[in-house]
């Protein structure tokens, strides 16, 4: 497709490579960072993901030996051949990845008679033929290596064998392992190899197909329906580091107000003031700490955003208000969808505007959502964000504090929006089938960026859909899951796969949003919900309701347990979340992200970090009270018994009803909080330092919880040392803002496994 290579030109850190048929670029960004480009759509890179200019200084070399021309940096080398193949090889010399030379041989392949046959029988039978797509890149797979991220997908954490696909896709049915693809499109995962390990960031916005192995053991492939050929390959040293690298490109999450970590009560259907009086006033009497309550499309007037039903709540402002003097903060529910009505604002100011997609004829695209016929702002146009961002003063004035975006995919009644609808991106005209996969990330920033100008607070917005990058505006969760054990299961390693895709902020609707919860799930499902960096219970009108009060006394006070547990470890969140912003590293990690070389943990589903010091073995299985744990390499203590127990092996561990298999990695500092019934309760808490046994150090980050002052360096940064849980050194490595209170010390000692 790309004949012999011609010859090359360099300028500056980009190398240009003429071939017979088709010129390419490789742009060497960072040591560990390489681009690679082929301009099939447009001449440059339309980024949606990347913002602002990425290149650092690279002292790199380009030779050419007898094989191939070799372009070398400190960290990595590419050689390049004939027909654009290219071999990335680690500065050990480690092949990592390798263009794909061969033949594609599908690995499943049907007898002509079997097919027919089954198709009689009512089979759908995909003869598997190899699929080439428009643009596509296929490369070398080795036996050992494992493939992690890729967003929000169903399913196992290691992706090898499976197959993807990425399109913004609001699914009714229960999410099952098999489905290709989900709400988010993100085109980043890791392969981790015996030897070495890479990532690839293919940045193209359409369509987009991932086959990890499944056609053939021996390769993958990525590709899509259209756009450029435009992929980063990042090769570090760690999982860790590509991480790091990842998100160096694509933006990091900015630290949250301290409240959003706090618990979220939600169900669709509460639909008016009494509803959300009766819930404060029930969190209150059950002791259940909360700090915001979800507004789901109930509150508005026939579902047109921008307005609040006047006939069930008489006087929003001053509801919210009264919740707020219980700590209790509004988060309302803003879909794209523009109600099509003569006379209401949003859709008139729009129209005269021009700020809606159009067909390709001109007229304003209509389809249906919620509100009945609609239409759907262009967000990619800066106008259009703008114009949005500042109509969420109606919500910032009423005392809303926070967004929550959904069927921003953008979901439709009316079928799908066809691919020829006419979008922007920027100041560019084009195509539905270019932005959708980019059109609730653009919705997140319009909604971050005018919240951001509003309130000069750090804004908290929700986004069902998401593409690479959308971590700099937004939080997100796993969308309409049920109340299925196969569920509560799944939601491990898709949220550890969300993690190692850049999203940190993330969690899934506690219970079960679809269908009926039981109590043994409800129990279960708090205990692992409780570490979801967003901690929120939420139901779908029509499903049994799921307040933590209906289940009985035992559960009751379990689900206060957990969310007291949180309580208490906000300032563990907190300091995550800092490291968030610095590294790119998720709050909820798969173990594999720190134990790369431990073959047990590459597949292990059913347990997870919270940051470095905390291991989570939820129960998951209904009727279970034992489970086996992996503890990985060290020395770890059981969180409640204190009891002490060698990494490397498993372990059976009680698990009764009541019981969430937690576990402290050795020289483990855990910063806490005194336990209050929402964020700010106590205006200014005493810090508690939890010192475990074993040698460590620990920084913890303090400033104000709300705005960006500490941007400006209005925070502290206390490095805490822990020698043994004895005896504890602390300093201050930045100075900026106010001290604690207090400190208090708490030493855990070891106790002997029973
Ligand atoms: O078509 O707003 O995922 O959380 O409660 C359903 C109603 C629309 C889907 C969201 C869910 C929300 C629901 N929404």
New binding site residues.
């Given amino acids: 497709m790309f004949g012999k290579l011609l010859n090359h030109t360099t300028d500056g850190q980009t190398v240009t490579l003429h071939y017979e048929k088709q010129t390419a670029y490789l742009h060497v960004l960072t040591d560990t960072i390489i681009n690679v480009f082929v301009p099939f759509h447009t001449k440059e890179h339309l980024s949606k993901a990347i913002e602002g200019g990425k290149e650092q200084p690279v002292s790199f070399t380009l030779q050419q030996d007898q094989e191939s021309l070799v372009l070398s940096t400190p960290a990595l080398s590419c050689r390049i051949h004939d027909d654009f193949k290219l071999d990335f090889h680690d500065k050990d010399g480690n092949l990592l990845c390798a263009d794909y030379r061969g033949r594609r041989i599908p690995r499943f392949t049907l007898q002509e008679s079997l097919v027919e046959l089954s198709r009689k029988e009512g089979h759908e039978v995909n003869l598997s033929d190899t699929v080439d797509h428009p643009v596509q890149c296929v490369k070398t797979l080795d036996e050992g290596d494992c493939i992690y991220g890729l967003g929000d997908k169903t399913g196992v954490l290691n992706k090898r064998y499976y197959e993807y696909e990425n399109w913004n896709s609001?699914i009714?049915d229960p999410h099952e392992d098999c489905f290709k693809s989900l709400y988010k499109s993100i085109p980043f995962f890791i392969i981790l190899k015996e030897k070495g390990i890479y990532g690839i960031f293919y940045d193209n916005t359409f369509r987009s197909y991932f086959n990890f192995g499944k056609e053939n053991n021996s390769y993958y492939s990525f590709g899509s329906t259209d756009g450029n050929l435009d992929y980063y390959f990042i090769g570090g040293s760690s999982m860790p580091e590509i991480l790091t690298d990842y998100t160096y490109l694509t933006g990091r999450m900015p630290l949250p107000q301290k409240w959003a970590l706090g618990y979220h009560q939600s169900r669709?259907g509460y639909d008016s003031e009494e509803t959300f009086r009766g819930i404060a006033k029930k969190l209150q009497e059950h002791r259940i700490p909360c700090d915001a309550i979800h507004f789901?499309?109930d509150y508005m007037e026939r579902y047109k955003v921008f307005t609040w039903d006047k006939t069930r709540f008489a006087d929003a402002k001053t509801l919210l208000s009264d919740l707020k003097k219980q700590g209790i903060k509004a988060v309302t529910?803003i879909?794209p969808g523009v109600k099509v009505e003569k006379d209401y604002p949003m859709y008139e100011e729009g129209i005269s505007n021009g700020y809606f997609v159009k067909t390709p004829q001109g007229d304003t695209y209509v389809n249906a959502v919620?509100p009945g016929d609609a239409v759907f702002p262009d967000f990619g146009r800066p106008e259009v964000r703008s114009w949005w961002g500042e109509h969420l003063r109606f919500y910032t004035e009423l005392g809303v504090s926070g967004v929550w975006n959904?069927?921003n995919e953008p979901?439709s009644f009316n079928g799908p929006l066809p691919d020829d609808v006419v979008f922007t991106d920027e100041d560019r005209t084009t195509t539905h089938a270019e932005m959708h996969n980019v059109y609730g990330h653009n919705m997140a920033k319009a909604t971050y960026e005018g919240w951001k100008n509003l309130t000069g607070k750090r804004p908290f917005v929700i986004t069902?859909a998401c593409y690479s990058g959308s971590q700099k505006y937004a939080t997100a969760?796993t969308?309409?899951n049920q109340s299925l054990w196969t569920h509560l299961r799944m939601a491990i390693p898709q949220q550890c796969n969300l993690g190692l895709s850049g999203m940190p902020f993330i969690g899934t609707?506690i219970g079960g949003?679809g269908a009926d919860t039981t109590p043994e799930l409800m129990a279960r499902w708090i205990q692992t919900g409780c570490f979801s960096p967003l901690f929120r219970n939420?139901c779908?009108?029509g499903s049994m309701n799921q307040e933590p009060w209906l289940f009985g006394e035992e559960v009751l006070s379990i689900y206060r347990k957990y969310v007291e547990l949180r309580y208490s470890l906000l300032p563990y969140f907190y300091d995550l979340c800092r490291v968030c912003e610095q590294t790119g590293l998720p709050v909820i990690r798969p173990l594999v992200l720190h134990y790369e070389n431990d073959r047990n943990v590459r597949n292990m589903n059913d347990e997870f970090l919270i940051g470095e010091s905390l291991l989570a073995a939820p129960v998951v299985d209904q009727g279970v009270t034992r489970r086996l744990v992996y503890l990985p390499e060290g020395v770890w203590y059981d969180y409640w018994t204190h009891e002490e127990y060698q990494g490397g092996q498993y372990y059976p561990v009680d698990a009764p009803l009541d019981v969430c298999p937690l576990f402290v990695k050795a020289g483990s500092v855990l910063p806490k909080a005194p336990a209050q019934m929402y964020v700010g309760q106590i205006p200014d808490p005493e810090l508690i330092l939890e010192l475990w046994p074993g040698t460590g150090s620990y920084v913890h980050y303090r400033d104000n919880g709300e705005d960006f002052s500490y941007r400006d360096g209005a925070y502290n940064e206390y490095l805490i040392e822990n020698r043994d849980g004895q005896e504890a050194g602390i300093r201050k490595l930045h100075e900026g803002y106010t001290d604690y209170p207090d400190i208090k010390m708490v030493y855990i000692s070891r106790k002997k496994r029973a």
Avoid: V
Wanted: glycine share 4%; no cysteine; net charge negative.
């Fill in positions: 609001d009714p669709w789901d499309i529910i879909d919620w959904d069927m979901a069902r969760w969308g309409d609707d949003f939420h779908a009108i």
